[in-house]
């Protein structure tokens, strides 16, 4: 703790500055001052122990800092005008905030930061602005805390806002020291976001912003003695954003680029070695950013390898490496990462000898599997394994996706050398380190870059398994490959509404993870050994008997359960003798194809990967939906084909349909030929993967199209052949089919209002207009009956949705709507995961926000419906995930609860032909046991036949969740039935048997 910075008694200063207000009308220096002390004292504890902040130094700082928040109330009640002591008061709640924040803590810094932002807001009411600078840290907390509870959309608001709050002009004074440096941390952890999302493109404008900053600070007019002591801080900031630079040019594929930002890095390094003189320092600095912008022959012949390395270029080296290894430039690689390693070796402290050494080890044993050498990859990642393994004890992702890298790259030189057993035992365990972690992580950006180095596990072990005819396995890491993240959220999304578990121990089983993880990152620094070591062994003695005993609570155990559906299962729950499963894994190179049904069970290897399957399917989309629609419909708007004619001519549509007829062929060719022979039913469930989510297998080529136009009935089109269904994945679909029944036969319609005028049109944000769209006499005479009710116009609000579709008790399922139907807009997103929507009734001439509800809002809704139609643009597309699929606003009705959805890939025009679709479903509802997919595709093809067979009209249209009941697994009423039959037919038989005996 700082140097006369702690009162001697902290509870005698505050009794005596609480007793003295209570006296008093007038504000007193003193309390003031004692309130200093406080906080100094908490900010000291914090920067002291940094690296060993454990729960003990956590309660302290924060009774601290709650000593001295009623004190500073007490002296804004007397002096309201105060405006130093109200920005403490924001101060004090952001540190808590942050505290919270750095010991991961989420949920308490998300109420210290909502503390500190209503003070702010109270403040702004009274005319009383506090300064910009304060406004915007908290703003940042704000966000770095919403990446962890609330998802992207929220943290990106927040940091938004923090911009801005550095950007307002009016209250902010001068451009300071200290507002440029918290600008450039603000840039850098937006960038940092979208990076963890694979926006690269949108982090690296980000990471511009934060260059530009950084040479604001750098020519910043102050005086030479205080550059002098900042001079380090501009640097440090700048080798962060660069770092980051690096990596989202890597991470997008830019190779080349990315190892000249790591060129750039080191040449900063060796700068800031070279001279301590500060006019020598700003003179390097300043050459540095104006080479920042990427020239091929930059730094050609002035950079340096440094002859010493330091600490800080470690990691550099090893960043630096993958590109080089990606470039195959073997011997630059080499070279650095035996500087590293050499450096490493000389370490005391076990981060580097531990996790650098063995981050250099793995880099170079991959350097060798690049060029040929198995052998000695395999004993460079075993070494680097081992010391790992070490590391990963911490729950650290970073480290921990670094081991899982190393079991990835061993596995491809056990599968080069055919050694099947030995391939199998390296992705078993790393699969035990992935299940680990699943049960460990809570935060969202640790899981979702577990879900990226794990995806390459599950791709190793298929293949590997898939080779040794293991068709069990190999589907086993299929499921697990495809919608956990997904799965998971649903069961523990469940077991927070039938609350059987105290959140008391879900919150000490969160807070013990955290207790542990801390303490062992201080024994990879060698800080407390002893003490560490015998807290770790008290603490995880805890941890293990909490966890066991919510795991006698069943809710508990499925909801955190890793365990996913069997092949077995599969064919007995889910398939019986009427349907068939296709299951798809699309991996880098190759597509592994399940087939499942009675009793076939094979799996296909296909010869193509994730890019060539992104390719067709992207020429698919050109072929079928560009061909037929405008510019503007390409945006979202609906107007009809006849307009595409005036912007695209006839080359431009024939190139636009020989994407698609190519599309269509080779895609039935490649994903379905291979097993079409095998297929003993017309009903199939497909199970898609990665892009293959976005592709509508119904308009798949099963030959060349008889004509040009393709609106001619008799195409080969795959639907008329086969009942085409999806599911996320198999033990999704299983979860969803095991979902509680809705006791309803009742539909609602929504078709809202949406303002404007034919020439003045409501926009999106976007850009979309917002046009009316009126149901035909036909559907509107479907909506008669009790049990059909239309809520339409201005009443088709986001807030009666809400109200007539969804439940707040959660101990039934009762419902006046089984089925319900929202005809209307809606809006993709693929800048903000989780932010696509649709849209309800607008009532004004300027768009309304608050009318819309996004897939992230979903995610905290019941909704129990056993059939929900989206007749709304673009509401099943989304951009598309490595193990998750498209990331649709579609996604979010499973976690509401919606039991089956048909929902479209894209903008749909209002055209007799739809009309006719959804008047094809539409007549068929509500019922009891209807085969959603069965009327789905009878619409479908009552268009093809009578209407239009361009699948533009037809094709986007799709279904997911489970079809219908097994009749030989059926309800409690088919099970009467067949009884009551059976008794019957005994009855008479009985009877003729007694007619013919007395007859004789």
């Known amino acids: 703790m700082g140097e006369g910075k702690q009162p001697d008694d902290f509870n005698q200063y505050h009794n005596k500055a609480a007793a003295f207000l209570d006296s008093t009308k007038q504000a007193s220096v003193d309390t003031i001052q004692w309130c200093e002390a406080l906080e100094d004292a908490a900010v000291d504890i914090f920067e002291t122990n940094y690296w060993q902040f454990s729960k003990e130094d956590y309660l302290q700082a924060v009774a601290y800092y709650k000593l001295s928040l009623p004190l500073r109330s007490a002296v804004q009640a007397r002096a309201p005008h105060n405006k130093d002591n109200l920005e403490q008061t924001i101060k004090t709640y952001t540190n808590l905030a942050n505290f919270s924040l750095e010991r991961g803590a989420f949920n308490a810094g998300n109420v210290y930061i909502k503390a500190c932002l209503d003070s702010i807001e109270s403040y702004r009411s009274n005319n009383f602005y506090p300064d910009a600078f304060r406004n915007g840290r908290a703003f940042h907390v704000k966000a770095r805390i919403a990446e962890e509870l609330e998802g992207t959309q929220k943290a990106d608001s927040a940091y938004a806002l923090a911009i801005a709050c550095y950007n307002d002009k009016e209250h902010t004074n001068r451009v300071s020291w200290k507002l440029l440096k918290d600008e450039i941390k603000l840039y850098n952890d937006r960038a940092v976001l979208w990076i963890s999302w694979q926006k690269y493109d949108r982090a690296l404008s980000y990471l511009d912003t934060a260059m530009q900053k950084i040479a604001e600070l750098n020519t910043l007019k102050i005086a030479d003695s205080i550059f002098s002591k900042k001079t380090l801080v501009v640097e440090e900031e700048l080798k962060n954003v660069l770092f980051n630079i690096s990596n989202a040019e890597q991470f997008s594929g830019d190779n080349k680029k990315s190892n000249h930002r790591f060129n750039v890095i080191r040449y900063l390094h060796n700068s800031s070695m070279g001279s301590t003189n500060t006019s020598v320092r700003k003179g390097l600095l300043s050459d540095v950013l104006k080479n920042y912008e990427y020239n091929d022959s930059s730094y050609k012949d002035t950079v340096l390898y440094l002859k010493k390395v330091t600490h800080e270029l470690v990691e550099v080296n090893i960043a630096q490496s993958v590109a080089l290894i990606k470039m195959k430039k073997w011997e630059e690689a080499e070279k650095l990462l035996n500087l590293a390693k050499g450096f490493c070796d000389k370490q005391k402290e076990p981060y580097y000898n531990v996790i650098c050494k063995g981050m250099c080890l793995h880099n170079l044993g991959e350097l060798n599997m690049r060029q040929g050498n198995h052998e000695s990859n395999i004993a460079l990642q075993d070494a680097a394994i081992r010391l790992l393994n070490q590391s990963t004890l911490a729950g650290d992702i970073s480290q921990s996706t670094q081991l899982l890298e190393c079991y990835h790259i061993r596995g491809l030189s056990l599968q080069a050398q055919q050694d099947i057993e030995a391939a199998k035992n390296n992705y078993r365990l790393a699969f035990n380190i992935i299940k680990r972690l699943e049960g460990r992580i809570q935060d969202r950006k640790s899981r979702l870059e577990l879900r990226k180095v794990s995806q390459k596990i599950f791709d190793g072990a298929i293949q590997t398994h898939a080779a040794a005819n293991d068709v069990d396995s190999a589907f086993f890491y299929a499921e697990r490959s495809k919608s956990f993240n997904m799965l998971q959220a649903i069961r523990q999304q469940h077991l927070e509404k039938i609350r059987q578990v105290s959140e008391v121990s879900l919150e000490r089983m969160q807070e013990l993870e955290n207790d542990i993880r801390i303490k062992r990152e201080n024994l990879l620094w060698g800080i407390g050994v002893s003490k560490n070591l015998a807290d770790i062994k008290k603490l995880e003695k805890e941890r293990n008997l909490l966890e066991a005993e919510l795991m006698d609570i069943p809710a508990y155990r499925k909801a955190y359960s890793t365990e996913v559906i069997s092949v077995g299962e599969v064919k007995r729950e889910l398939l019986g003798d009427q349907y068939a499963m296709i299951e798809y894994h699309v991996g880098d190179s190759v597509t592994f194809a399940f087939l499942l049904q009675e009793d076939v069970t094979e799996v296909f290897t296909i010869p193509v990967g994730r890019e060539e399957i992104r390719v067709l399917e992207q020429k698919m989309y050109q072929g079928i939906y560009e061909r037929k629609s405008s510019s503007v419909e390409a945006r979202g708007r609906n107007t009809g084909s006849r307009g595409s004619k005036a912007i695209y001519g006839k080359a431009k549509m024939k190139a636009l349909k020989a994407n698609y007829v190519e599309a269509g062929t080779s895609l039935y060719d490649l994903l379905f030929s291979p097993f079409d022979a095998l297929l003993k039913t017309e009903q199939i469930i497909i199970i898609p993967d990665d892009a293959l989510t976005l592709i509508p297998f119904g308009a798949l080529l099963t030959d060349k199209p008889k004509d040009w136009l393709l609106d001619t009935p008799g195409q080969p089109y795959l639907i008329e052949q086969y009942i085409i269904s999806y599911g996320h994945s198999a033990t999704l679909l299983k979860e969803v089919k095991d979902m509680p029944a809705i006791k309803s036969s009742a539909l609602a319609m929504f078709t809202p209002f949406f303002g404007g005028s034919k020439d003045n049109n409501i926009n999106t944000p976007e850009g979309i207009p917002l046009t009316e769209?009126?149901?035909?006499?036909?559907?509107?005479?479907?909506?008669?009956?009790?049990?059909?009710?239309?809520?339409?116009?201005?009443?088709?609000?986001?807030?009666?949705?809400?109200?007539?579709?969804?439940?707040?008790?959660?101990?039934?399922?009762?419902?006046?709507?089984?089925?319900?139907?929202?005809?209307?807009?809606?809006?993709?997103?693929?800048?903000?995961?989780?932010?696509?929507?649709?849209?309800?009734?607008?009532?004004?001439?300027?768009?309304?926000?608050?009318?819309?509800?996004?897939?992230?809002?979903?995610?905290?809704?019941?909704?129990?419906?056993?059939?929900?139609?989206?007749?709304?643009?673009?509401?099943?597309?989304?951009?598309?995930?490595?193990?998750?699929?498209?990331?649709?606003?579609?996604?979010?009705?499973?976690?509401?609860?919606?039991?089956?959805?048909?929902?479209?890939?894209?903008?749909?025009?209002?055209?007799?032909?739809?009309?006719?679709?959804?008047?094809?479903?539409?007549?068929?509802?509500?019922?009891?046991?209807?085969?959603?997919?069965?009327?789905?595709?009878?619409?479908?093809?009552?268009?093809?036949?009578?209407?239009?067979?361009?699948?533009?009209?037809?094709?986007?249209?799709?279904?997911?969740?489970?079809?219908?009941?097994?009749?030989?697994?059926?309800?409690?009423?088919?099970?009467?039935?067949?009884?009551?039959?059976?008794?019957?037919?005994?009855?008479?038989?009985?009877?003729?048997?007694?007619?013919?005996?007395?007859?004789?």
Not at 932 to 941: D, E, P, S, V
Not at 961 to 988: D, H, M, R, S
């Open 773 to 1000: 769209l009126s149901l035909n006499d036909t559907i509107e005479s479907l909506l008669d009956g009790e049990e059909r009710v239309h809520i339409m116009g201005s009443d088709a609000q986001k807030e009666r949705f809400v109200t007539e579709l969804t439940v707040h008790d959660s101990s039934t399922v009762n419902n006046r709507f089984s089925h319900a139907c929202l005809w209307g807009h809606g809006v993709m997103s693929d800048q903000n995961p989780g932010g696509s929507y649709v849209c309800f009734a607008q009532k004004g001439t300027k768009f309304d926000q608050s009318q819309t509800l996004t897939e992230k809002e979903l995610y905290q809704l019941r909704i129990p419906l056993d059939l929900l139609i989206l007749f709304a643009c673009q509401t099943n597309w989304g951009e598309v995930q490595v193990g998750e699929g498209a990331k649709s606003f579609c996604r979010g009705l499973n976690f509401a609860g919606v039991r089956n959805y048909i929902a479209p890939l894209y903008a749909i025009p209002v055209h007799k032909s739809t009309l006719a679709i959804m008047q094809g479903v539409l007549e068929y509802l509500p019922g009891d046991n209807v085969n959603y997919a069965r009327i789905l595709t009878q619409a479908q093809r009552e268009v093809i036949k009578n209407s239009n067979a361009d699948p533009y009209f037809w094709a986007a249209f799709t279904y997911y969740g489970y079809p219908g009941t097994l009749e030989k697994w059926g309800n409690w009423e088919q099970y009467l039935y067949w009884g009551i039959l059976f008794l019957a037919l005994t009855l008479v038989a009985l009877l003729l048997f007694l007619a013919k005996k007395r007859f004789f």
